[in-house]
């Protein structure tokens, strides 16, 4: 497009360039006809007296000595009336200064402009026509010859834009005549094949490295708990041992959350089917009366309208499992946690800290928003991926208490 203000400069330099070289071609011929004039009056001295321009095309007006020492020869247009046409039409008069037998005497002379005015005028009409003509050859051209020669390029694009490495989905690489778009797509093709092997091993490594730690820690935990069971030991000895159980569970629990992850990530559950969220919530809250009860919190449900959903129930299970115990966790005792079920939408209202969480690190992987040794940092960044998989949005507000809201597409 910057070949449109280069046409437009072109134009105008064009134009004056032809304008002046007009001018140039009258200013020249009325010179011509001043020497003409000169020398008529060595034959005809009668015309010095010639003082109407409008008949002779010329006027000798007498002037002093020092006029015509100071006068200085110019050009100019002016309008003058042609009875003819009648009609002011363009002329273009000359100045000069002469001497004539001892007598001083400004020569003016003039000449039509008519035809030079129609030719600028032809020369407009041309000059706009051809801008008019190159500025949509430009727009065509860009339309269509380099729309279709940058096509395999936003084909590319288009597909990097929606491309998700998680779903292991094929990009198309477009062919092209092109050398630069041929190189593009090495380029591409060798950067996703990178990507998605990276990919692929790390879920791989973190679904090996989960498998093979449950059998040694299991094992470890049993034998300490045996040990504390068969051998007298002093209260520090007990202590030690205790603490060293508690991060063997915590680490069973967080190598659960890794495998399950994977699991998700890996599309490994796949099968679905309709869910009723009012019923299962209700078997959820059946399985944490107890922690209730023992931090003297109360779980209420609000349901207005029965809420269904396409999705697998085991992983279903678990996402509202670790919504309602970080509810539970979190809570302050002697509160009330109030789930809202409406037809396409599931929330949880607890009071805990009298503050918003930061947003960016509450569905982060390991970043905790509390100090409890117990958590793993995974359990709403499992809810998350459980619901992003389903296209299920998962939002946390606050308003005097905690929200974590699920919106479920409509379909």
Known sequence: ?????????????????????????????????????????????????????????????PINKKKHKHF??????????????????AMRIYSSAIKHN??????????????????IESL??????????????????????????????YHLIAQLQTFKIEDNTPITLPKSNIEEFKLLNTAVNTLLQKSTHSYSAQKQFIENAAHELQTP????????????????LNDKQLKDIGTALDNLGRLTRLNKSLLLLSKIENQQFVNVETIPFNTLTEKVIADFEDL???KNMRLQIKASNDL?????????????????????????????????????????????????LDQNLLFTRFKKTTTNTKSTGLGLSIAKAIATKYAIELNYDYNDAHIFKLTFPKK
Request: glycine share 2%; net charge negative; proline share 3%.
């Open 1 to 61: 497009m910057l070949l449109l203000p280069l046409i437009t400069v072109w134009a105008f330099v064009f134009y004056y360039a032809m304008l002046n070289e007009i001018y140039d071609s009258l200013d020249d011929g009325l010179e011509n006809q001043k020497d003409i004039l000169i020398g008529r009056l060595k034959t005809e001295p009668n015309i010095i007296e010639h003082r109407n321009v409008k008949k002779n095309n010329h006027v000798f007006t």
């Open 72 to 89: 200085k020869e110019n050009f100019r247009d002016t309008l003058i009336y042609v009875q003819s046409e009648d009609e002011l039409e």
């Open 292 to 294: 209730a009860n023992h």
């Open 124 to 153: 407009i009409t041309y000059l706009l026509g051809l801008y008019v003509i190159l500025i949509l050859s430009i727009l065509i051209l860009n339309n269509l010859l380099l729309k279709r020669l940058w096509k395999p390029f």
């Open 217 to 232: 820690l299991a094992i470890t935990i049993n034998k300490l708990e045996l040990f504390l069971e068969n051998t007298p």
């Open 308 to 356: 269904n959903f396409k999705i697998n129930q085991d992983l279903a299970v678990i996402m509202l499992t670790n919504l309602v115990k970080n509810a539970l966790v979190h809570g302050k005792r002697n509160n009330t946690i109030t789930i809202t079920i409406q037809s396409h939408m599931w929330s949880i209202i607890n009071y805990g800290t009298p503050h918003q």
């Open 102 to 119: 001892n007598a001083y005497y400004k020569l003016d002379i003039i000449t039509s402009m008519v035809e030079e005015d129609d030719l």
